[in-house]
């Protein structure tokens, strides 16, 4: 039977609360990536556990090859999400050297983190708007239409909070 959601996010917790690359940690996490693959968070945390841990483990090569994997792995069941692209990020600008490469998902991360920060910002407005709680609204609108001056989405969300312009 597979785990519940919270079943997940309670081993992942003890994982955290282990010292980073300890056998109990790695085997804790490796029993997350069993019962469920796909854990982005257990993902992005084995791969640092696995290069913390394991000193004899073998070829280290060997090592980097599980964890890039266990990266892409965690950019692809994200849907390539901010966290799991920067995760990589880093693992590909400091372990492989390849900062160009680590350029280009740094770069993917930021502009869906952008995006994310819109419309978070955008449906705050709206639900400040509805609770008709106007200040709050008015200062978060501020913020938004400065860091997004062209976002069609802020001025809707505006529109939709009857806030003035």
């Not at 590909?92 to 900062?99: A, K, M, Q």
């Amino acid at each position: 039977m597979h785990p519940s959601p919270h079943e997940l996010q309670q081993w992942l917790s003890e994982a955290r609360n282990l010292e980073l690359g300890s056998p109990q940690q790695l085997q804790l996490l490796q029993r997350i990536r069993t019962h469920c693959p796909a854990f982005v968070p257990a993902l992005l945390i084995s791969g640092r556990a696995e290069l913390w841990g394991k000193e004899d483990a073998g070829p280290p090569e060997a090592i980097f090859d599980e964890v890039e994997k266990m990266l892409h792995g965690a950019v692809e069941a994200s849907g390539r999400e901010p966290a799991a692209l920067i995760g990589l990020a880093r693992f590909v600008s400091v372990v492989r050297d390849s900062p160009q490469a680590a350029e280009n998902l740094y770069r993917e991360a930021s502009t869906k983190a952008l995006e994310m920060l819109e419309e978070s910002w955008a449906g705050l407005i709206e639900a400040l708007g509805e609770q008709e709680k106007k200040d709050e609204a008015t200062r978060i609108a501020q913020s938004a239409r400065e860091f997004f001056p062209q976002s069609k989405q802020i001025s809707e969300a505006c529109e939709f909070a009857q806030l003035d312009k």
